[in-house]
């Protein structure tokens, strides 16, 4: 029997409530996609964060442009991650501001070419579209790899159902995510890559942008 392969999937939850749905919904992500990785005997070690603990450091940030050591661990944990999985509430009608100022703190070529997953939550389907229009775009500009399938859990998918099928599709839209996810992760190599931290940005010229052109 081969060796099992290690991956690391990071989980960044920006619940703000405790309990909280969206960390509920994170978990089932992480869930999901261990057991994918799982029976293709990928090893996976699993990061969870939860904003909320770190709110004040990603203000203090913001403020500074200085990380503090426990918020630069976490950093280097989810930007290293072969994988990642970043819920957040939608609050008038986008992600939380508290979720946008994490990842407004990384630098921007920290995610190329990392495969997330995207998930959210709020008291209703109506904001469901926020995932294509606002989350979607972002990492994308960030250059990550968003998997084709995001997951929208509104207050009634928690429940009872509505009578047309949609406590049902909940499960299923999670089991298709994870999949994708962990198709991705399976072959990731970024947890495993020798970080420089003196690496100079793409297309740097230390004569200045004005002489490059």
């Known amino acids: 029997m081969p060796e099992p392969t290690v991956r690391t999937l990071a989980v960044v939850s920006a619940g ?3 309990p909280s749905s969206t960390r509920l919904l994170a978990d089932k992500l992480a869930t999901a996609t261990l057991t994918r ?7 996976t070690r699993l990061l969870t964060f939860e904003l909320r603990d770190y709110a004040q450091d990603v203000m203090n940030n913001m403020l ?35 979720f946008k100022s994490f990842f407004d703190v990384l630098d921007n070529r920290a995610l190329t070419d990392q495969p997330v997953l995207i998930g959210a939550t709020a008291g209703t389907a109506r904001h469901s579209l926020a995932l294509d229009y606002a989350l979607r ?41 994870a999949g994708e996810l962990a198709a991705l992760v399976a ?23 004005g002489l490059s052109r």
């Not at 990785?37 to 090893?43: G, Q, S, T, Y």
């Not at 990550?144 to 207050?155: K, Q």
């Not at 072959?187 to 942008?209: C, H, I, K, W």
Request: glycine content about 8%.
């Open 37 to 43: 990785l799982h029976d293709e005997n990928v090893e």
């Open 187 to 209: 072959r990731s190599d970024r947890s495993a890559r020798v970080q420089d931290p003196f690496e100079l940005p793409a297309g740097f010229n230390p004569a200045g942008s």
């Open 137 to 177: 775009p972002m990492f994308t500009y960030l250059h990550a790899v968003v998997v084709p399938t995001s997951v929208f859990a509104a207050s009634e998918d928690w429940g009872s159902g509505d009578g047309r099928g949609r406590v049902a599709t909940l499960p299923a839209r999670i089991e298709r995510a």
């Open 64 to 98: 500074t442009g200085f990380a503090s050591p426990r918020l630069q661990t976490m950093i280097d944990a989810v930007t290293t991650a072969d994988g990642l999985i970043a819920v957040t509430p939608i609050f008038t009608t986008s992600y939380s501001g508290l």
């Open 16 to 18: 703000l409530s405790q």
